[in-house]
């Protein structure tokens, strides 16, 4: 199967902690163009090419999961898919044409600009490259597999989606009356009797690969054992015995991110021997729609897989490590990239003195006038990280979801007459909070937050619990390391200049709706995430464009992936956004 079952917190959970394809080759690309974007979530402006990466890819697996019937040759087979491509292009303008009207910052162009006899060249070429596969399966004779399918059973645990045939749900248990509902579209296979030639409907059948299927809401991914890497295939070839994995790119080879093409492959190659039983994958292949072009590359020997587990590793424990506490921005010249690299943008702004270099995006936005702080806003670095607590254990459960809906371990803290819960930051991140020393305890370095309304502390692996005793004889003057629980900073009062904005939304696991909105508040000098989701997220907040000025008063102080994020309880975060003249309250 070329997914696995996804973590219980669904879209809004780890993703930005686990290794992935496009977070590895940034991170080998340039350490700090993955840290801004990928860990601290700060972006550039929307750009059709963005869009039409993402609607071209649907357009072409929508075809692919067509059931053809009765056609005799590959003229036939050629024309009946090609007869699809006028609806589809239709269908990625105005899929594209949402997905860009609903982006909150997006580059200065207009989605009616885009080349409508380019995107019809795109899907066409993603077309010929099946057609190839199609054409290598009829001459096989339909492959080691054609007795099998046309005897009504499936080679694969999964079969290839197609329109008519029920989806398959990573967590089926997660959909209400799944099987009550109708996916028959009245278009059966065309399968020959056993022993006769293959036909052209039946190589187009089998030739078929897996992609994602479009009904599924649920992520359709490989996920590490572990959970700390995940990888999401375009395409899976199948049908000769052997298994290639296939990435689908709307571009061509001289794109400057095509150096990539080889390490994000190399990655589902290396996710799938960690998935499947250790199989080795046989071959890896990128389909460049604009040409189109096929490129190809040999699959890592077992002996190469072997060794990427601990290279990718390696590479996930460095990425955990940078940063803590808001990220500085800009940094030192020796600290920031050149800018050369495919992606970079924010990575390369810099101090060089007192003068900022590389700071052309930042130009678009901001007019360089100094940020003044107004009471009681304080700079972001000021923001409370680390703190240690006192007291002892109460109580203890989990692993139980959190709010995300991950499996964390949790427990009581009894400090005088106050409580508070101890949670971990994330699934596995204190796995021995329920091992810590009997009665008086102290916890070290411990992220102080909130969580409707009630203050808590959340433990990583930067944490440590040890017994009273041994922190009086670690530290000199213990009482000064020490914060009262009742005392716990959990609110911010911020202000500074809107970076960047976006808002994402989607499907949970059981089909219920989610929506976070983002932005990104920088003081000059530090730059952190602002979240608000769902009923939170207001008209003001999705007017808001990248240079307006946001002030807020008792923003909920919460953390994700060690760094520090912002929410907005709009019940008791007050928010002011000044655009130009005017001055909004939202």
Request: with cysteine; glycine share 10%.
């Amino acid at each position: 199967m070329p997914v696995s079952t996804p973590p219980l917190g669904g879209p809004l959970g780890r993703s930005r902690s686990r290794l992935s394809a496009s977070a590895l080759t940034s991170f080998l690309r340039c350490d700090r163009q993955w840290f801004l974007g990928n860990k601290v979530g700060i972006r550039g402006p929307l750009n059709p090419p963005q869009v039409l990466g993402i609607v071209l890819e649907d357009a072409l697996c929508s075809i692919l999961m067509q059931r053809p019937v009765g056609i005799d040759s590959i003229e036939g087979i050629k024309e009946w898919a090609r007869s699809f491509i006028e609806d589809s292009v239709s269908t990625v303008l105005s899929e594209g044409g949402k997905m860009w009207n609903e982006g909150i910052w997006r580059v200065d162009e207009s989605w009616d600009d885009v080349d409508v006899d380019r995107v019809r060249r795109r899907i066409n070429g993603g077309l010929e490259l099946f057609f190839e596969e199609v054409e290598a399966c009829y001459k096989a004779n339909g492959g080691p597999y054609l007795e099998l399918f046309r005897s009504g059973l499936q080679p694969f645990n999964v079969a290839a989606p197609s329109w008519g045939d029920e989806p398959v749900f990573p967590i089926p248990d997660k959909i209400p009356s799944l099987n009550i509902r109708k996916w028959s579209n009245g278009i059966d296979a065309d399968w020959k009797e056993k022993g006769s030639s293959v036909s052209w409907s039946e190589a187009w059948e089998i030739a078929r690969p897996w992609v994602k299927d479009p009904r599924v809401h649920q992520p359709q991914r490989m996920f590490h054992k572990d959970g700390w890497a995940a990888g999401e295939l375009d395409l899976v070839l199948r049908w000769d015995g052997r298994i290639r994995l296939i990435d689908v790119k709307s571009g061509d080879p001289t794109s400057k991110f095509a150096a990539s093409l080889q390490h994000q492959l190399g990655f589902y190659s290396w996710l799938w021997f960690e998935t499947h039983d250790s199989q080795r994958v046989d071959g890896m292949e990128g389909w460049y729609l604009d040409g189109p072009h096929r490129v190809e590359f040999e699959a890592p020997s077992i002996e190469n897989l072997q060794t990427m587990t601990g290279v990718f590793k390696q590479v996930h424990e460095k990425m955990q490590a940078m940063g803590a506490g808001p990220a500085k921005m800009p940094v030192s010249l020796e600290e920031a990239c050149d800018g050369e690299s495919a992606g970079c943008h924010w990575c390369s702004l810099a101090l060089d003195g007192d003068t900022m270099v590389n700071d052309e995006l930042l130009k678009t936005i901001y007019d360089g006038q100094e940020i003044i702080m107004s009471t009681p806003s304080e700079k972001l670095q000021q923001i409370p990280q680390r703190v240690s607590v006192t007291g002892k254990f109460t109580g203890a459960w989990g692993p139980l979801p959190n709010h995300f809906g991950e499996p964390v371990l949790g427990a009581m803290l009894m400090a005088g007459m106050k409580q508070i819960t101890i949670e971990e930051s994330q699934p596995g991140a204190f796995p021995k909070l329920h091992d810590c020393p009997k009665g008086e305890i102290v916890i070290i370095d411990a992220l102080p937050g909130v969580w409707r309304g009630q203050a808590r502390l959340y433990v990583d692996k930067n944490t440590r619990i040890i017994s009273r005793k041994d922190a009086e004889q670690e530290f000199d003057d213990l009482s000064q390391k020490l914060t009262r629980v009742g005392l716990l900073r959990t609110r911010a009062n911020v202000e500074g200049i809107i970076l960047c904005i976006a808002k994402r939304s989607g499907k949970r696991l059981d089909g219920k709706p989610w929506a976070m909105l983002s932005m990104h508040l920088w003081d000059g000098q530090h730059v952190v995430e602002v979240a608000a989701f769902g009923s939170s997220i207001t008209g003001a907040m999705e007017e808001t464009k990248p240079g307006d000025t946001l002030k807020m008063t008792g923003a909920e102080i919460g953390w994700r992936n060690g760094l520090p994020q912002l929410r907005i309880d709009i019940r008791s975060t007050r928010l002011s956004f000044k655009r130009k003249e005017s001055l909004l309250e939202g």
